[in-house]
C-alpha cells in the first residue's frame, strides 16, 4: 500500500497538467513519501489525455482514467478515490498549482495530525476573496468548528473520505460537507498556510446553481451535526 495517494481531476488542461504532476512528485521525494497519482480526465477536449497517455508511458506512479462524459470536479475525484491505494489521500486542483514545498508540509504534518487543510493566501479580487470567507463563515457556525478554508485540497484518510462523500449531492460544495463531517467528527487537523497559482480564467462564482448548492450543503451539514 502506498502512504499517500494524488487525486488530480483535469479538464483541458494541456499546459499545466504536466507541472501540477511533478510538484507531487517533487514533495515526495523530498519528504520520502511511498506514492501514487491517480488522474481521472474528464471528457477533455484538447489534448490533456494524450499528454498523460505519453507521460504514463514514463511514469509507474500514475494511473490515469478517462471519463466517457464530463461529469464534473466531485464526480471525478470520487472516482480518483475509488481506484487509489493509497492510506491517505491529497487532493490536488489541476489549476491551481501548489509549490512542492507547500506539499511536503502536507505530508509531513501527516504523520502528526489525520487531516490537514488548506488555508490558502487569496490572491484573487476582493469580490471572491469575500464572498469565500462569508461561506466559511456560515460554514463555521453550522458545523460549530471554526477553521479559516472550508472548500480546500485536502488531505485524509482515504477509507474515510470515501464514506463521508455525499454520492446524492451535486454542486462545487462537496468538499466543505467532507471536511465538515470530518471535524464534526472530532479528528484532530491542522491548517497549512499555502500560496497558489490561480487561473486566468475561473467559473462563475455566482448563479442559481451554486446558490442551491451552497444551502443544500448548510442543510446535510446541520442534519449531520445533529445525529453526532
Known amino acids: ?26 514533495a515526495c521525494r523530498n519528504a520520502k513519501f511511498s506514492f501514487e497519482i491517480i488522474i481521472i480526465d474528464d471528457c477533455s477536449t484538447d489534448k490533456t489525455f494524450d499528454i498523460l497517455k505519453d507521460l504514463k508511458k514514463k511514469k509507474k506512479y500514475l494511473k490515469i482514467f478517462q471519463n466517457k462524459k464530463n461529469f464534473g470536479f466531485s464526480k471525478s475525484i470520487f472516482r480518483a478515490a475509488k481506484n487509489a491505494t493509497g492510506k491517505n489521500i491529497k487532493i490536488l486542483h489541476a489549476s491551481n498549482i501548489e509549490n512542492s514545498r507547500d506539499i511536503r508540509r502536507y505530508l509531513i504534518k501527516s504523520k502528526i495530525y489525520p487531516v490537514i487543510l488548506t488555508y490558502f493566501i487569496d490572491r484573487r479580487n476582493f469580490f471572491r476573496k469575500t464572498l469565500s470567507r462569508v461561506c466559511s463563515i456560515c460554514f463555521s457556525l453550522i458545523s460549530g468548528r471554526n477553521i479559516r478554508y472550508f472548500n480546500s485540497a485536502l488531505l485524509c484518510n482515504r477509507k474515510n473520505f470515501i464514506s463521508l462523500y455525499p454520492k446524492n449531492f451535486k ?26 497559482k490561480h487561473p486566468k480564467h475561473r467559473s462563475k462564482a455566482i448563479s442559481l446553481v451554486n446558490l442551491f448548492s451552497f444551502f443544500y450543503a448548510l442543510i446535510i451539514i446541520f442534519l449531520f451535526r445533529l445525529v453526532n
Open 1 to 26: 500500500m502506498k502512504t499517500i495517494s494524488f487525486l488530480i481531476a483535469t479538464y483541458n488542461s494541456e499546459k499545466i497538467v504536466s507541472e501540477t504532476i511533478q510538484s507531487a512528485v517533487d
Open 171 to 196: 454542486g462545487n460544495f462537496f468538499l466543505s460537507i467532507i471536511i465538515s463531517k470530518l471535524l464534526i467528527l472530532n479528528n484532530k487537523y491542522f491548517e497549512v498556510k499555502v500560496y497558489q
